[in-house]
């Protein structure tokens, strides 16, 4: 179908009304230019309207959707008549037809190039008003008066006067990322994502402008920031004045969620598979490990099963050390043989991760939103997030200060796997100053109790024993009436496995050159 425009439009009375309408509507402004255009427009319409629905229309459908729509739909761009023609009737269409109505003489009549493409330009009014322009604000600090903006990914500073000439000794900006919630800290609503966003840097009192640029995020997460200047004076006082609540950073600012493994992270998931016919079943002893935790003073509780019920999927993130690495591949490899059921394995990307593990150094500017997180070198770890809740809300693993981590990650990576303190000696849930670098036989036997394929989530200690099929004999009572006893040798093989593994990991720390 070609653009066939009649002059009769154009002499006739419906063009007269157009002029006339144009011509007392003071609004709009008329040219015969219009006019053309407008016809043409038209008859463009028109055209496209022909040719059925355009794939636009339905790009937002999935392969599947889009496939049946176009089987059902023959449109006329499609062209069915002229090819059924062809088929039934060879002989009955004159030859002369097709001549009639010469195909090129339409498009020249009216020349789409009469309108010059310059008209219209739509990038002019963007670059009126420039989108970084931004009013400096005013901030006074400790009695130093001056402005900033925030603007092109730096931070400016400007003053009539150096800070020191305001008795001001130390300046500083801070970087603390964003609390949205007082009952919820920021390090359960982040997954312990928040640690490695804080920072601060030191500007220059001898000068009365200054520029610090954003900082780039240390991962993936996406998190606004809360942005501080801050002051102290010669005579001990000390001040502040936030400048932004939740600065928000562009992607840019973001490195890729991605995960990628060094060669010693892969486990040899067939390292222990011959001991796999082997792995006692789960007994007394097993079953009270599983539910009792001692409070390092002589005190025991029973517990619920704590098992997890979704897939764990890690993802290491800080100041990571090949020998962190070393320590979960370790792991994954003899839970494939203790706890063949357990689905465990290393993340791919950010959105994949439900145990992540942070290793970080405590700032003074992280203790004030974590008490827990002492700094100055002070050793530490924990296990936080939403267990409780069914098994499947988020957990996530700290790790800060420590000169060799393997001890505080294996430890911190049982109770994440269920394991809770026992008032034991020689494994990795024992006293703090008799725990472990490895997993011990008791260790060992507990994990694998808990994630039986019989074992549940929250289960009771009688519940569990019913679902195990465990008598309640007199090595029950025993345990019963004394828990201390839960550190009896266990079976042969778990000992054997406890042996081997404490072996590989004093090789393991022997080779590892501790971060001083």
């Not at 190039?113 to 931004?134: D, E, K, N, R």
């Not at 603390?176 to 800290?185: E, F, L, M, T, Y």
Request: hydrophobic fraction near 35%.
């Amino acid at each position: 179908m070609g653009i066939n425009i009649p002059l009769i439009f154009i002499k006739g009375f419906i063009l007269i009304r157009i002029i006339n309408h144009y011509r007392y509507d003071g609004s709009k402004i008329f040219t015969w230019n219009s006019i053309l255009l407008g016809f043409l427009f038209l008859s463009i319409i028109g055209l496209i309207a022909c040719g059925g629905q355009s794939e636009d229309d339905i790009s937002s459908e999935t392969p599947a959707a889009t496939e049946p729509v176009a089987a059902t739909k023959p449109e006329s761009n499609q062209n069915p008549p002229s090819s059924q023609t062809i088929i039934a009737k060879p002989t009955a269409i004159p030859t002369t037809v097709p001549t009639q109505v010469p195909p090129t003489v339409t498009p020249t009549q009216v020349p789409p190039t009469q309108v010059p493409p310059t008209q219209v330009l739509p990038t002019a009014t963007p670059t009126q008003v420039p989108p970084t322009a931004v009013s400096p604000v005013s901030v006074n600090v400790c009695d130093w008066a001056s402005s900033y903006t925030i603007q092109n990914g730096f931070i400016h500073l400007t003053a009539e006067e150096a800070p020191k000439n305001q008795n001001i000794q130390n300046l500083v900006l801070e970087f603390i990322p964003n609390r949205k919630g007082a009952r919820h800290p920021i390090f359960n609503e982040t997954e312990g994502f928040a640690y490695h966003e804080y920072s601060q840097e030191t500007l220059d009192i001898s000068k009365n402008e200054q520029q610090v640029a954003i900082p780039k995020a240390k991962t993936a997460y996406r998190m606004d920031l809360k942005v501080v200047l801050a002051g102290s004076t010669v005579d001990g006082r000390n001040c502040e004045q936030q400048l932004h609540e939740a600065f928000t950073r562009s992607d840019d600012y973001y490195p890729s969620p991605l995960l990628s493994l060094p060669d010693n992270a892969q486990p040899n998931l067939q390292k222990y598979a011959e001991y796999l016919a082997n792995i006692p079943q789960p007994n007394a002893q097993s079953v009270f490990l599983a539910t009792s935790m001692g409070d390092w003073n002589g005190n025991w509780d029973t517990m619920a099963v704590r098992k997890l019920e979704k897939p764990i999927r890690i993802g290491l993130y800080g100041d990571v050390g090949s020998e962190d690495y070393e320590t979960v591949r370790d792991l994954l490899e003899i839970l494939a043989v203790i706890a063949p059921d357990l689905d465990i394995g290393y993340a791919n990307s950010l959105d994949d991760v439900t145990l992540p593990i942070h290793f970080v150094d405590c700032t003074e500017l992280m203790t004030r939103d974590d008490k827990n997180c002492r700094g100055n070198g002070y050793p530490s770890g924990s296990l936080s997030g939403s267990l409780m809740f069914r098994g499947s809300g988020s957990i996530w693993v700290r790790i800060s200060d420590q000169r060799i981590n393997r001890h505080t990650l294996t430890h911190e990576l049982g109770h994440a796997l269920g394991l809770f303190h026992w008032n034991l000696e020689n494994c990795s849930m024992g006293y703090a100053r008799a725990q472990t670098q490895w997993l011990s036989e008791w260790d060992l036997m507990a994990l694998s109790a808990i994630h039986h394929s019989e074992s549940d989530w929250m289960q009771s200690r009688d519940s569990m024993r019913e679902a195990l099929g465990i008598p309640e004999n007199n090595q029950w009572t025993r345990y019963s009436e004394n828990p201390d006893l839960l550190g009896d040798t266990p079976d042969p093989t778990w000992v054997e496995l406890g042996n081997l593994l404490k072996t590989q990991a004093i090789e393991a720390i022997n080779q590892t050159e501790p971060n001083y």
